[in-house]
């Protein structure tokens, strides 16, 4: 019998990876070994989805044919039709529909030998399951965007096609693209433990990253820079809130990092250096919140998280808050396949766990 069950699974190793190396102490992440930022300022959205699916930086020809797997992943017309029936509401339960509804007749049954491919045309499906998602919630007429280059493409629905803007959406998309296996990954994985396929796995993925634990915060951070208001607010809100009626700073604090996140000094630069004058007292707030938080919670280790700063950038290249943790998604949309194919062609084995059963002893019904 086992001792106790581990809450949370905190302690327990599921699976082996060589995607994503995280050192949470010393703050340091790796994709396939490369330091995260070494990545960003180095390799495209392509190259690095590339990288994750196949271990290695792909050459021209290597990248022209995964360009060809991820342009296959346009949206036939039923789902439009699906799409355009959708209430107001969640992007992300769309987006689980969506997965689910394309799953009913995909032809994309597990095989070791057509996984990469079929991951190729799922990310690109998934580029324009998101893309119309936002086009539906804006009221605008559905189509798919163009795959050639998937980035571009998708920023063109917000009609914000400033190169700078896409190599800032592009370092964004790299930036979010794995982290080793949170609970939405951890949710592709049970589904796909049950050699289900991969699109049934990322709908499963979907309903767990929406969750204000896990995807939200991006969101909820941005939400409380405009409560604040202004950066001579910082200092009697966070007295108030934080340190009087101890609510949890939302941005602030990670499970696995106990310095600063690695990832957040790329989008601290591009926030900044996208920022206009429109969003200027937003990204002041932001800092001094940063400033006068870190000062409070140094001791703990508590420090900024990744969204912390991710919305204020998302928010930069024109997205309504309301679709940041949609971006997060998209782009996680890679490393949930990548962990998926690396567990069922390496190690695969159905994941399912024991409860320690606490109820009554055996009752017998009498009538
Ligand atoms: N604000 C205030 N106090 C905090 C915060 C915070 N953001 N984060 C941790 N603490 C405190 C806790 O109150 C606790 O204090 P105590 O020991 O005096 O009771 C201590 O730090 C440890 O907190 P735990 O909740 O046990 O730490 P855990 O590792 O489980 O927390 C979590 C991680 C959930 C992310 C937490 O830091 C949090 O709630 N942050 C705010 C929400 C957020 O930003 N989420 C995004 C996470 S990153 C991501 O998903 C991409």
């Not at 987006?95 to 689910?100: G, H, L, Q």
């Not at 690109?124 to 798919?144: E, M, P, T």
């Not at 700063?309 to 990548?338: K, P, Q």
Request: aromatic share 12%.
């Amino acid at each position: 019998m086992p001792m106790d069950v581990d809450l949370g699974l905190e302690n327990t190793y599921i699976k082996h990876t060589k995607l994503t190396y995280i050192d949470g102490e010393l703050g340091v992440l790796r994709y396939r070994g490369y330091d995260i930022n070494d990545v960003v300022n180095n390799l495209s959205f392509m190259e690095t989805a590339y990288l994750m699916l196949y271990g290695r930086i792909p050459d021209s020809k290597e990248l022209k044919l995964f360009s060809s797997y991820i342009g296959d992943g346009k949206l036939p017309e039923r789902i439009f039709s699906m799409i355009d029936t959708f209430p107001e509401g969640d992007p992300l339960s769309m987006a689980s529909s969506v997965f689910a509804a394309l799953a009913i007749d995909n032809n994309m049954k597990w095989s070791i030998d057509e996984n990469k491919r079929n991951a190729g045309r799922i990310i690109g499906l998934s580029f324009n399951v998101f893309a119309n998602i936002y086009l539906h919630i804006k009221g605008k007429k559905l189509y798919n965007i163009d795959l050639g280059d998937p980035v571009s493409g998708f920023l063109r629905v917000t009609n914000n096609m400033d190169p700078k803007n896409v190599k800032a959406f592009e370092a964004a998309m790299i930036l979010y693209m794995d982290h080793e296996i949170p609970a939405s990954t951890t949710a592709a994985l049970v589904t796909a433990s049950t050699l289900s396929d991969m699109l049934s796995s990322l709908s499963s993925a979907m309903n767990a990253l929406k969750g204000p634990l896990h995807g939200g915060a991006a969101e909820n951070a941005f939400l409380e820079f405009l409560d604040i208001g202004s950066p001579e607010n910082v200092k009697p809100w966070f007295n108030e809130h934080i340190i009087k009626n101890r609510e949890r700073l939302i941005g602030f604090g990670h499970r696995v990092y106990k310095t600063y996140d690695p990832r957040i000094k790329k989008f601290r630069e591009l926030s900044m250096s996208l920022c206009d004058e429109k969003n200027r007292i937003i990204l002041d707030t932001a800092l001094e919140l940063e400033r006068v938080a870190l000062d409070y919670f140094r001791e703990k280790k508590i420090y900024p998280n990744t969204d912390f700063f991710s919305g204020l950038l998302f928010n930069e290249l024109g997205f309504e808050h309301w679709f940041f943790t949609s971006l997060f998604a998209l782009s996680r949309v890679t490393g949930i396949l990548a962990h998926i194919i690396e567990y069922n062609e390496n190690e695969q084995r159905l994941i399912r766990p024991r409860a320690i059963y606490n109820g009554d002893g055996e009752r017998f019904i009498k009538r």
